[in-house]
T-cell receptor, first 114, second 114 residues
């Protein structure tokens, strides 16, 4: 079945560590996204990528990095520079070229700093 | 700036009753799409319904329908015959055509009372 797979489901990070969240899609979508979800703040865009080897900062990119070496994969690294990384992270993909298509989401990763 | 506003942080509805969730947005575009997503306790984001702005007819999907008022930039979601499984966070979303970015509201938590 086509879909988006995020792993791990739960992740614990020690202070000062970098961690990488995985996102893989087999929907053949061009665009991929990372959102952060905090209580009462909805979904905030971290990074997005329209095509392989290209990506743009979203609204809260500081402390995060991404890569897009393959169409199917868009990993997110939460660096030690991110001051408050504890949150729920959602990866999504879409085919904006056709216009009006919805974003499809993975099941999310819950990151906790310990 | 394009924004999406959900002014109801939380709503409650009795099982089998009808509830309406509000969403307003701001855009300078004339042709666009609007979406309602549902996020149940599993946190998987699920598309509920979409509306195309150039269509005057309000979208309907089974028990879910929208009241789209383009001039007022309002996009409310009506849930009829509410069921316990409808309990979730509901997000209104607006994709910026040509930019690959989706803008989300802050969400409305819907509680369904048995």
């Amino acid at each position: 079945d086509g879909g988006i797979t995020q792993s791990p489901k739960y992740l614990f990070r020690k202070e000062g560590q970098n961690v990488t969240l995985s996102c893989e899609q087999n929907l053949n979508h061009d665009a991929m996204y990372w959102y952060r979800q905090d209580p009462g703040q909805g979904l905030r865009l971290i990074y997005y990528s329209q095509i392989v080897n290209d990506f743009q900062k979203g609204d809260i990119a500081e402390g995060y990095s991404v890569s897009r070496e393959k169409k199917e994969s868009f990993p997110l690294t939460v660096t030690s520079a991110q001051k408050n990384p504890t949150a729920f992270y959602l990866c999504a993909s879409s085919t904006p070229r056709t216009g009006g298509t919805e974003a499809f989401f993975g099941q999310g990763t819950r990151l906790t700093v310990v | 700036a394009q924004t999406v506003t959900q002014s109801q942080p939380e709503m409650s509805v009795q099982e089998a009753e009808t509830v309406t969730l509000s969403c307003t947005y701001d855009t300078s575009e004339s042709d666009y799409y609007l979406f309602w997503y549902k996020q149940p306790p599993s946190r998987q984001m699920i598309l509920v319904i979409r509306q195309e702005a150039y269509k005057q007819q309000n979208a309907t999907e089974n028990r879910f329908s929208v009241n789209f008022q383009k001039a007022a930039k309002s996009f409310s979601l009506k849930i009829s015959d509410s069921q316990l499984g409808d309990a979730a966070m509901y997000f209104c979303a607006y994709p910026l055509l040509g930019t690959y970015k989706y803008i989300f509201g802050t969400g409305t938590r819907l509680k369904v009372l048995a």
